[in-house]
Structure formats: C-alpha cells, structure tokens
T-cell receptor, first 115, second 117 residues
Framework: AQTVTQSQPEMSVQEAETVTLSCTYDTSENNYYLFWYKQPPSRQMILVIRQEAYKQQNATENRFSVNFQKAAKSFSLKISDSQLGDTAMYFCAFMKPSGTYKYIFGTGTRLKVLA | GAVVSQHPSWVICKSGTSVKIECRSLDFQATTMFWYRQFPKQSLMLMATSNEGSKATYEQGVEKDKFLINHASLTLSTLTVTSAHPEDSSFYIC?????????????FGPGTRLTVT
C-alpha cells in the first residue's frame, strides 16, 4: 500500500522569503501522479502543482516549484517570494492512475507567512 | 471551469436524525466522485468512492449503513448520514474527476460542516 509522509507539521517563513515543504512517499508503482494542494482557512482545497512520475522535468507554476526525486521517492514544494496569502495547510497527495484513481494524502504542513 | 459545489455549507441536526449532503459538478460530467471527512487540523480521510450508476466503494472502517452514498447522475452525488450522533460532527468534502478529459486531477467542493447536537 502506498503511504505519504509530511514530516513538518508546522512551518513559518517571512514574507518575500523562500520556503520548502517536504513530502516523501512509498510505492512500488512506476507510473503515478503527485500533487500539492493548498487549504486556506476557507477550507477550499486548491491545486497548487502536479507532477507526473514519468516526467523528469520538475513542474513549476509561477512562484511554486517542486523538486521531484523519483529514486528517493521525494517530492518537495518550494514557494518563492512568499506572500501572506500563502498562509494555509499544504497537503501532498499520491495517485495511481488506475482502479479508483483515489488520492493518498499526507498529514499536512501548516505554513504561516509572517509580515 | 471545473467547479464543484456542495449543499448545504453548514448544517446542524439533532442526534438521531438523518442529514443529506449534495455534491454537484457544475460544468463537467463526473464519472467518479469521492467523499472525504476532515477533523480539525487533520488531513482528509477518504470515506468512499462513487461511480455513476453503481454502488459506492467504502474504505475500510467506514460504516456503509451509516454513510449512504448515491451517485445518481454524472453531475450529482449525495451523502446521507443516517441516525447522526455527535461523533459524526465533522467537515465533509466531496471531489470529482472530469470524465471528458480523463484527467487525473480531482476538483474539490467547498465542504460541508456538520454539527450534531
């Protein structure tokens, strides 16, 4: 069974600084997808970034980028130029593209951006 | 695009009554919908996966007779909490996959806060 681990329950960063959130996972699959979701105080889940395991290139979306290390089973999220609106819970998720296509979520990292 | 709505956003019910939560995909057809439960400051726990026109698949430990899921159409799934008790109080979130794009991303609803008194 797949597992996803987020070892940092809480983090804080100064506005405009860079922060990296860690995520590791365990799977025997070769083809899979990884996601980072943001859950602000409104509790609406928002997709931040997605990575396909077959792609070697790390995904980027504006200020958000990932460091995907397939062999190490690591998928960290880097937020550059942090903004107050980035304050939220961040969840890492694993999905195998077959069967039910369900997500396996990590326990989350609470990020606070300080003014 | 890819908007998922939930209704109601907040419901309070008395112990022993049943409550229904609706999840709708507004601008796409959802072959699969997922129901999650989230306790304060915790992650999302998958309760069940529902496919249009077939029975839901429940995760281990989830009581299927307490949490009834119906996926009657490609745009609507409902979760009914039967004979609710205070321990069922939680935040319930649904998500949906877009059939047309066969995409792997799940689109999430805004959630429903259930309080059982």
């Amino acid at each position: 069974a797949q597992t996803v681990t987020q070892s940092q329950p809480e983090m804080s960063v100064q506005e405009a600084e860079t922060v990296t959130l860690s995520c590791t996972y365990d799977t025997s699959e070769n083809n899979y997808y990884l996601f980072w979701y943001k859950q602000p105080p409104s509790r609406q889940m928002i997709l931040v970034i997605r990575q396909e395991a077959y792609k070697q290139q790390n995904a980027t979306e504006n200020r958000f980028s990932v460091n995907f290390q397939k062999a190490a089973k690591s998928f960290s999220l880097k937020i550059s130029d942090s903004q107050l609106g980035d304050t939220a819970m961040y969840f890492c998720a694993f999905m195998k593209p077959s069967g039910t296509y369900k997500y396996i979520f990590g326990t989350g990292t609470r990020l606070k951006v300080l003014a | 695009g890819a908007v998922v709505s939930q209704h109601p956003s907040w419901v309070i019910c008395k112990s022993g009554t049943s409550v229904k939560i609706e999840c709708r995909s507004l601008d796409f057809q959802a072959t699969t919908m997922f129901w999650y439960r989230q306790f304060p400051k915790q992650s999302l726990m998958l309760m069940a996966t529902s496919n249009e026109g077939s029975k839901a698949t429940y995760e281990q430990g989830v009581e299927k007779d307490k949490f009834l899921i119906n996926h009657a159409s490609l745009t609507l799934s409902t979760l009914t909490v039967t004979s609710a008790h205070p321990e069922d109080s939680s935040f319930y979130i649904c998500s949906a996959r877009d059939w047309a794009t066969a995409g792997y991303e799940q689109y999430f609803g805004p959630g429903t806060r259930l309080t059982v008194t």
